[in-house]
């Protein structure tokens, strides 16, 4: 049996607290994307936290380690993960806004339908697969227990996504059951929804963007360019939006 890895210090999850008292009894739960770590999203929530809001990021089951935990990590065992930490929160805070890239927006997403959230900001949420092989991901994994990485779809050429260097295929089909539960889920959506979306994104579909803002038929939405950005906006030219534009909804998500 191998031997288990220690998790990086920069990949550990965070608690970031406002450096003042925050004005609203509130938190932020922030979510990272698949095969990635809180490293992905520290800066967004950390310009969160500068910005009034106590945030939390947690590390997501299989991830931070190596991509053979990750391919051993069910989708169900990921959402319970992110439900346990949402608990936690709404037992400590008042409201509870969700947030998160790619999986974890997703994820975020999944949450909001089952957990009384104020709120949702997601970036480049994937509700579904760029790539035509990924739904044959369950059938594939016994015979391609890897694929390439899918880090690093950034356009800031100085900017690198700590992830893993192989994507494990049983991984992959985990996301799709995440991801189907995800689009089920939307129409019973009734917090707010803000989306980022990026001009460029060689992970992400259009089509995903468009199975979001059918399905949430309840919830308000704004939708929100990245116009430099690819896939990791949150590692990209537009973080200063995401902050900026992110401390502004949040303040309008929990101030009731």
């Known amino acids: 049996m191998p031997r288990p890895v220690a998790v990086a210090p920069e990949d550990l999850p965070l608690r970031l607290m406002p450096a003042a008292p925050a004005r609203r ?11 990635s770590t809180p490293a992905s999203v520290r800066a967004w929530a950390e310009g969160l936290a500068a910005g009034g809001s106590p945030v939390s990021v947690p590390l997501l089951p299989g991830h931070g380690t190596r991509w053979e935990d990750l391919a051993a990590t069910g989708a169900d065992e990921i959402r319970a993960a992110v439900r346990a930490v949402v608990d936690l929160e709404l037992a400590r805070h008042g409201r509870v806004v969700m947030a998160g ?14 957990r009384p959230v104020a709120g949702v900001l997601v970036v480049n949420p994937a509700l579904r697969f760029a790539s035509p092989l990924a739904p044959f991901a369950p059938l594939l994994a016994p015979f391609v227990p890897t694929v390439a990485p899918i880090a690093d779809d950034i356009a800031d050429p100085t900017a ?3 992830a893993y260097p192989r994507t494990p295929m049983a991984g992959v089909a985990a996301v799709g059951r995440i991801q189907r539960a995800a689009r089920r889920a939307l129409p019973r ?11 460029r994104d060689a992970v992400v579909p259009a089509s995903s963007h468009r199975t979001l803002v059918r399905g949430l038929r309840q919830a308000p ?21 995401l902050i900026d534009h992110g401390r502004s909804a949040v303040a309008a998500m929990t101030t009731h």
């Open 25 to 35: 009894d509130h938190c932020v739960v922030l979510l990272h994307g698949f095969t």
């Open 101 to 114: 890239i790619s999986m974890g927006g997703a994820l975020a997403l999944d949450a909001a339908a089952h």
């Open 160 to 162: 690198r996504e700590r």
């Open 189 to 199: 959506i009734t917090a707010p929804v803000t989306v980022y979306r990026s001009a």
């Open 221 to 241: 939405v704004e939708v929100v360019g990245l116009p430099r950005s690819r896939h990791v906006a949150t590692l990209d030219h537009d973080l200063p939006l």
